[in-house]
């Protein structure tokens, strides 16, 4: 199950309340939809502490406190509901919680898999298993070119964790190319299929591309691609196919 999307953690702020958009809607709408937000609430202020701390609900009971219970959230995963699930030993748990902690400084990561194994001494087979356990405990978000089966596992061409949230309290320094990145792809993931692409950033249906950056983004990366966007951080409203990256928050 999702933690909050920013536009529940607007509605659980007591800030305003939206109803949420698909996809299709927001690209064709984003315009009219982000000037009437923005109209209303402050925007940026609020997404740059929804992306800190607002994803998990529990941020209102413990905000003092929310980094210590992330910890105690991603060991409870580890230790107790993964293996309720999984056929796994001890010492595969300790190799679990080394993996997170060391893709937690790395990502994004574009994995050099043999080197990872080899650090936590395992192998192919189950260092495969443990990424792919770390994703369904909703920790990793595993990005590939092809639609991923849980049935045979295959190396993912890209690793994230699974949210911003995750990012600043596991991670010594936050990127923050990688921080809208994990914004995007964990708010598109719920509801959409995203893939890799091999220009941009994110392919999203089998029919939008998007790119993700910062107020100076372009389209060189992308140009004259059909249906090709960009999500940008740090504007209210946007213009054409330049979309604020906030609104994609709003898609459930």
Do not use: C
Request: hydrophobic letters at 35%; aromatic letters at 14%; proline letters at 5%.
């Amino acid at each position: 199950m999702p933690g909050l999307s920013f536009r529940e953690f607007l509605a659980f702020e007591k800030t305003v309340e939206f109803p949420s958009y698909d996809l299709e809607n927001l690209l064709k709408q984003h315009v009219s939809i982000s000037s009437e937000i923005s109209a209303t609430v402050k925007i940026l202020p609020m997404f740059e502490k929804y992306l800190h701390k607002g994803y998990y609900p529990f941020y209102k009971s413990v905000y003092e406190g929310y980094d210590f219970r992330i910890q105690e959230v991603i060991r409870q995963i580890i230790e107790s509901d993964l293996p309720a699930i999984e056929e796994i030993q001890y010492i595969t748990i300790s190799k679990i919680k080394k993996m997170l902690m060391i893709l937690a400084e790395k990502v994004p990561h574009t994995p050099k898999m043999v080197d990872l194994y080899k650090e936590l001494e395992t192998n192919r087979e189950h260092g495969l298993k443990m990424l792919y356990a770390l994703e369904r405990g909703g920790l990793l978000a595993l990005l590939t070119s092809q639609v991923k089966s849980y049935r045979s596992f295959s190396r993912p061409d890209k690793i994230y964790l699974n949210n911003t949230n995750l990012m600043y309290s596991l991670s010594s320094h936050s990127d923050i190319g990688t921080v809208r990145e994990t914004f995007f792809y964990n708010q598109l993931n719920v509801n959409n299929e995203v893939l890799m692409p091999p220009k941009g950033d994110f392919f999203v249906n089998r029919k939008y591309l998007f790119e993700i950056g910062g107020r100076s983004k372009t389209f060189e990366q992308i140009k004259d691609i059909p249906n090709s966007y960009l999500a940008v951080d740090g504007i209210e409203t946007g213009h054409h196919n330049r979309i604020p990256l906030w609104l994609f928050g709003l898609l459930y």
